[in-house]
């Protein structure tokens, strides 16, 4: 859980707040330790004295109670510490692929290119979340930036510095060292790497009357002090400002709803962003959200791969161009029942269904093999062409069937599998299990009608394929 205080919230505060909120969450059955860390944002990946972390592990999924499933958990979980109204709490979930964000759901940059105010980014920004809200494929959606925190603008009075004979670079790098700290050196001891690091004692800069305590030599070798050469103002804005192609920009994070695909749920983004974005503003993805608008267009690539390969090895095992197409035109069989059990299965075409149908290429292209391989045997020894694919049939009929009962059966404990896979387990179960189902049953009847078609046509170009010295293989049932 991403904790954020109001923007000016001291770090004592925030702990404190954390405390409480740890003490809520240890208190419910389905968590087994809390550990709460203050200074940290997670979403905007910086430090800040008004935000903080919560890391909750659960207990195993048959010890949590009632509520075992991991959306309801975190519902819950969110639920107990709303209490808490010191705070704002955001209930996150890692990202399916760690090391590309901090946190999962869709990370979407918008950009400002017109150069704008900061406070008008943040505008646009809760116009654009109030729009995605309203779409049923967006569960929720927020941004962490912010243009209220408490700041002080510092003005150098160049022209009295001019005077003073003071430098304004010296008078920064003052500054620096003593407000907020410059690394000069390090050393190591006992085995260790130590830094020297150069800050004023905190008592010593807590206000802004610590300015006349702090001196900086001009060119006569004299101290000036700093309060002469500086002043504060009293400002407010935000507390990083992040780039994204060098624009100013800020990231809104987004959860898909459930029985919604994360696909989907760019779609509605773009769908939303085409029309609640203003002129010179855009977005942009990042995280793992990018790395699935550009790969998305790889999986029809992949199954293109696939089915040419297939081809190329059965061209060359049959020495022909033209009988692998029999093979490759009895796999749509299969593609069909896929999509018929997912869609009975309540899911969504996702990567695990994709994974599926190329699983289902080599297993239904095996079946297809075995037929007209043991077709071909007996037309090379003589027998008619609709009696060879007939022949064929008969003899790989109970292998086939055998085979594919054996892996429908052994798929179907997926379909019953519970706990944080249990979606993934439901969707290969799901699209394998009704892809072998009609491959085979459909498979069965349209391989023979497709080797007499394409065998036709390749004895009309290369001749007849009867060889005098061929001789009819025993039929098994092995």
């Given at each position: ?8 919230a001291s770090l004592e505060r925030t702990t404190e707040t954390l405390d409480n909120a740890g003490k809520l969450l240890r208190e419910d059955e389905s968590v087994e330790t809390v550990i709460t860390v203050a200074g940290i944002d997670l979403i905007s990946g910086s430090s800040s004295p008004s935000a903080g972390l919560i890391f909750v592990s659960l207990e195993d999924a048959e010890e949590r109670g009632s509520v075992k499933e991991i959306g309801a958990v975190m519902g819950k979980l969110t639920g107990k510490v709303s209490a808490l109204t010191e705070a704002t709490f955001f209930p996150i979930q890692p990202p399916t692929v760690p090391g590309f964000s901090n946190v999962g759901g869709l990370e979407i940059v918008l950009q400002d290119r ?365």
């Open positions: 859980m991403n904790a954020t205080l109001p923007p000016g017109t150069g704008g105010e900061l406070g008008q980014l943040s505008e646009v920004s809760q116009g654009f979340i109030g729009a995605l809200m309203q779409r049923p494929e967006i569960a929720s959606a927020f941004t962490m930036f912010a243009t209220g925190y408490p700041q002080w603008e510092i003005e150098v009075n160049e022209e009295r510095a001019s005077q003073l004979g003071v430098d304004v670079e010296n008078l920064l790098t003052v500054m620096q060292v003593y407000y907020g700290s410059v690394q000069v050196s390090d050393f190591n001891r006992f085995g260790k790497y130590y830094r020297v690091v150069m800050q004023a004692e905190p008592d010593a800069r807590m206000d802004p009357s610590s300015l006349g305590e702090v001196f900086v030599k001009n060119d006569t070798g004299e101290m000036v002090p700093m309060n002469s050469l500086v002043s504060l103002k009293r400002v407010y804005g935000p507390q990083t400002v992040d780039h994204f192609n060098l624009f100013n920009s800020l990231t809104v994070n987004a959860n898909v709803a459930q029985g919604f695909s994360t696909g989907q749920a760019i779609d509605a983004v773009r769908e939303v962003a085409a029309t609640a974005l203003p002129p010179g503003y855009s977005y942009d993805w990042d995280g793992v959200s990018r790395e699935e608008v550009e790969s998305g267009g790889q999986s029809v690539y992949i199954f293109i791969l696939s089915l040419v390969f297939v081809y190329l090895l059965l061209s060359a095992q049959y020495e022909s161009y033209l009988l692998p197409l029999a093979v490759i035109m009895s796999i749509p069989a299969g593609v069909l029942g896929v999509f018929f059990g997912v869609m009975a299965a309540g899911l969504e075409n996702n990567i695990y269904v994709q994974i599926a149908m190329i699983m289902l290429i080599g297993l239904l292209g095996k079946n297809a093999i075995l037929i007209v391989e043991y077709a071909i045997q007996r037309r090379r020894a003589g027998m008619g062409l609709v009696e060879s694919a007939i022949e064929g049939s008969k003899a790989r009929f109970r292998p086939i069937l055998m085979t594919s009962l054996a892996f429908t059966a052994g798929l179907l404990p997926l379909l019953k599998a519970t706990g944080p896979s249990a979606i993934g387990n439901h969707s290969i179960g799901a699209a394998a299990v009704g892809g072998m189902v009609s491959g085979t049953v459909l498979g069965v009847l349209i391989i023979p009608v497709l080797y007499v078609v394409f065998q036709s046509l390749q004895e009309r170009i290369s001749g007849p394929a009867h060889d005098p010295d061929a001789e009819v293989p025993e039929i098994t049932h092995e």
